[in-house]
């Protein structure tokens, strides 16, 4: 069974930044359950929102528009493991970032089957 771990959540100021990393236990290289991962984030009192999504090797790639230009997402195949780079972090950044997988190509659509336990991040200003 394919089980989502993140790591790499933290506190920062206003401006820096943090790189999230999601691994992908129990499944194979290339494996068509993790094909799509994607990050998601839930600030308090808010719904759960994507934040970028991306295939395995790219071919499809979805950014928030509050976040172009600030993160990016990337994966190492090899080790079944997703990326967000986070620069110029804002206060409303903040929140639970979590990380997702899917056979198909959600976007940022919260249809993904596979779901991380999240990772926090807060922004101060």
């Known amino acids: 069974q394919v089980q989502l771990l993140e790591s790499g959540g933290g506190a920062v100021q206003a401006g820096g930044s943090l790189r999230l990393s999601c691994q992908a236990s129990?499944?194979?290289?290339?494996?068509?359950?993790?094909?799509?991962m994607a990050w998601f984030r839930q600030a308090p009192g808010k719904e759960r929102e994507g934040v970028a999504a991306?295939?395995?090797?790219?071919?499809?790639?979805t950014y928030a528009d509050s976040v172009k230009g600030r993160f990016t997402i990337s994966r190492d195949n090899d080790k079944n493991t997703l990326f967000l780079q986070m620069d110029s972090l804002r206060p409303e950044d903040t929140g639970m970032y979590y990380c997702?997988?899917?056979?198909?190509?959600?976007?940022?659509?919260?249809?993904?089957?596979?779901w991380g336990q999240g990772t926090q991040v807060t922004v101060s200003s």
């Open positions: 997702a997988a899917d056979k198909m190509y959600p976007g940022l659509d919260l249809r993904y089957t596979l």
């Open positions: 129990g499944a194979p290289k290339y494996s068509i359950e993790i094909y799509t």
């Open positions: 991306m295939t395995d090797f790219g071919t499809r790639m």
